[in-house]
């Protein structure tokens, strides 16, 4: 039996050799529009830009707004625009690895479409997926969408804070989570406030570390 | 809105093969689904017809099978069918868990004169 997405998967295990051969880590971060990839983004270039060679891959589906707030850390910035599609696939990843100098790369964030359901089914040859969820968005994210945080190797729930003003059940949703993939490391933060962000930066650094 | 992309690999897929096997006609294509890529049957054919409205395949069948997710337990080695997002083994309740079925996106096969 041939698998049908083949051809983004031929692709994808391309881009994983060619990064793990210049000891680079790629993040493919996947949320819903708005669960707070971008500030994720702000604040951990504050934080690590002066310690790790960051690059990263904006996909939005029609402008470079998030790239605008990121160009501000000087850090090489590649938008790719869907034109409408919902997901990143690893064909646009390939084409824009030549614009970074991979040998001067420590890790590569991607922060993929705004959606839960299809950049979880395309393979772009990350070292693996993270995904953020937010409080606001309601605590059934696990539930409705089993295969991204079955295939993720950690969670983000951001907006801790806000917390207080919505009907946001914690146990819920850590019990959900825990049913679909046990282990999974669970960082609660909010990145607007700084809450939590302080276990997150040392987990990724292990992980940029583990790479050399 | 994944079934968009998915339907037009597919479709290069099939075409391909009608080129190769010199077909005049595809008459059906027959595909399995697993229950974790969460397709939805309907958007799928509709994305697919579209993809193939002009070509040898605009009348194929589509036929789609989704099977549901099942895990062998690395523990106690059994397998079972996960329900209700529950990624426990029912015997042991070991997690540490490996996927055998429901990430499928398989062509079956294709039939054509």
């Known amino acids: ?28 971060i996947i949320s819903s529009p708005g669960a707070g990839k971008t500030t994720l983004l702000e604040r951990t270039c504050e934080e690590l ?20 707030r990121l160009k501000k850390y000087n850090i090489p910035i590649v938008v790719i625009n869907t034109e409408g599609g919902c997901h990143l696939d690893s064909h646009s990843i ?4 030549d ?49 991204l945080f079955r295939e993720a190797r950690a969670v983000l729930l951001n907006k ?11 146990d819920s949703f850590s019990s959900d989570l825990k049913k679909i993939n046990s282990q999974i490391p669970l960082f609660e933060i909010s990145s607007t406030r700084g809450d939590g962000l302080k276990g997150w930066y040392d987990w990724i650094e292990d992980e940029i570390n583990k790479m050399h | 809105m994944h079934e968009i992309r998915i339907a037009e690999d597919l479709s290069a897929i ?32 509709f994305a697919f017809r579209e993809t193939v409205r002009n070509s040898v395949a605009r009348e194929a069948e589509v036929d789609i099978e ?10 106690c080695g059994s397998d079972f069918q996960v329900k209700e997002n529950n990624f426990a083994c029912n015997v042991c309740s070991s997690t540490d868990l490996d996927i055998i079925q429901g ?3 398989f062509i079956k096969s294709i039939e054509g004169e």
């Open chain 1, 1 to 28: 039996m041939k698998n049908i997405l083949d051809r983004n998967q031929n692709k994808a295990d391309e881009v994983r050799n060619l990064l793990s051969s210049k000891k680079v880590l790629m993040v493919n």
């Open chain 1, 49 to 68: 830009g002066s310690k790790f060679r960051i690059g990263i891959i904006e996909g939005d589906i029609t402008t470079d707004r998030d790239a605008q």
């Open chain 1, 94 to 97: 390939s084409k824009v690895l």
């Open chain 1, 99 to 147: 614009s970074f100098d991979l040998d001067n790369l420590d890790v590569l964030f991607v922060e993929n479409v705004g959606n839960l359901i299809c950049p979880s089914q395309f393979d772009l040859g990350e070292t693996f997926k993270l995904a953020v969820v937010s409080t606001t968005e309601g605590d059934d994210k696990p539930g409705k969408y089993p295969m």
């Open chain 1, 160 to 170: 801790i804070d806000l917390i207080p003003y919505t009907n946001f059940n914690f």
């Open chain 2, 14 to 45: 099939v075409l391909e093969t009608a080129r190769n096997e010199s077909l005049t006609k595809v008459t059906k294509v027959n595909i399995i689904f697993g229950q974790m890529i969460q397709i939805v049957p309907d958007i799928f054919e």
């Open chain 2, 66 to 75: 989704i099977v549901p997710v099942k895990m062998k337990c690395m523990n």
């Open chain 2, 103 to 105: 990430k499928e996106l």
